[in-house]
């Protein structure tokens, strides 16, 4: 009876140690995690650099993330660096957070073309650069055009067409795809959700749809007149005139068209 009870304590014994060791472990794991992840959710999360400010200049571009840390886009290597940070050590994606909205910056070509991204909300920023993604996809399979002289009609850019150079038109012009210059219309310019403009638009109205994209500079304003000269065939009282009306009334006489 005796060696039943002390085989009881003895499993309870071990059980209990068993438990305050597992329990000790436990927390001592838990505070290492917390501390790693202190430490890491400063300037990295989930292999990420979080930025929340983002800053363009002459003298190039640099972003401060989440800990205070500045970084400085170095254009050799295509990312964001720091002197003190071996980043080679991390993975080199970077995003930019505001309001919950997760925006990659990866792409130097989004980053250079959507240069007042800082100045926008995050719903409109995610929405710039989702049309810069779709502009940038549509333009390696696009037909490439180009437009020489000034434009007597309408011209319709659609959206798998890239245009290298401007477009100076008469008529309505239309942007569907992408424009690589300005676009100069006497009567009206519109930009629909998947186009994009790099250069100025200059026109009397300009209607940019939710998506549209304007790079330059927007001038809504008359447009000065085109001087068109006149061509004067005949003095009003030219003899010359009277010939050739003579001639061509007894052409159609003769044969028989009157």
Not at 56 to 83: A, K
């Amino acid at each position: 009876m005796m060696s039943y009870r002390n085989n009881i304590s003895f499993i309870l014994t071990v059980g209990f140690l068993f438990l305050i060791g597992a329990l000790f472990f436990s927390v001592s794991a838990q505070d290492e995690t917390d501390t790693e992840t202190s430490i890491d959710s400063a300037l990295f999360s989930e292999g990420e650099t979080t930025f929340v400010e983002l800053h363009l200049s002459p003298e190039g571009i640099y972003g401060v993330d989440s800990g205070g840390t500045e970084w400085e886009y170095d254009f050799s290597r295509e990312r964001f660096v720091n002197e003190e940070i071996d980043n080679d050590h991390y993975s080199t994606t970077t995003v930019f957070r505001r309001d919950g909205i997760r925006i990659n910056i990866d792409d130097l070509d989004k980053f250079e073309k959507l240069a007042d991204l800082e100045n926008l909300d995050a719903l409109e920023a995610e929405e710039i650069v989702r049309m810069a993604e779709e502009a940038a996809r549509l333009a390696e399979q696009a037909m490439v055009k180009r437009y020489k002289g000034l434009q007597l009609r309408s011209v319709t850019v659609e959206v798998d067409e890239v245009v290298h150079g401007s477009i100076i038109a008469i008529g309505e012009v239309t942007v569907r795809g992408v424009v690589e210059g300005d676009v100069i219309s006497y009567d009206q310019v519109t930009i629909s959700s998947t186009g994009l403009i790099e250069g100025d638009v200059r026109a009397p109205e300009i209607v940019k749809m939710r998506g549209g994209t304007i790079l330059g500079e927007r001038y809504e304003t008359e447009l000065p007149d085109i001087d068109i000269p006149s061509i004067v065939l005949f003095e009003k009282t030219s003899f010359t005139a009277f010939w050739v009306i003579l001639i061509i009334f007894f052409s159609l006489l003769f044969f028989g068209l009157i």
